[in-house]
């Protein structure tokens, strides 16, 4: 069965940090890319952050480069995604995703609230 399973989400003030995991199982974790999106309440999904099956460049979201890493750990099926310097219009449900050629996986979500 596959399961995405995020964590980390939480309440912090603003110019906080969080580090958000996703634990991967089911699947042939290292043969997916790994992306976090986040959706804000009233507002579109919004693809966050992009790192590749090897573990390649990553990608960012023009509104969060220079503050967010993404990393991933093939040998413990976990993607994380580092936050820092974190800003009211962060606040949304951070969702893990795993995009294979065929095949796309979602988790569930984790609320980010950056509020003071």
């Known amino acids: 069965q596959v399961q995405l399973v995020e964590s980390g989400g939480g309440l912090v003030q603003p110019g906080g940090s969080l580090r958000l995991s996703c634990a991967a199982s089911?699947?042939?974790?290292?043969?997916?890319?790994m992306n976090w999106y986040r959706q804000a309440p009233g507002k579109e999904r919004e693809l966050v952050a992009t790192i590749s099956s090897a573990g390649g460049t990553p990608t960012y979201a023009d509104s969060v480069k220079g503050r967010f890493t993404i990393s991933r750990d093939n040998a413990k099926n976990t993607v994380y995604l580092q936050m820092n310097n974190l800003k009211p219009e962060d606040t949304a449900v951070y969702l893990c995703n795993a995009r294979g050629i065929i095949s796309n996986y979602w988790g569930r979500g984790t609320q980010v609230t950056v509020s003071s």
């Open positions: 089911g699947f042939t974790f290292r043969s997916y890319a």
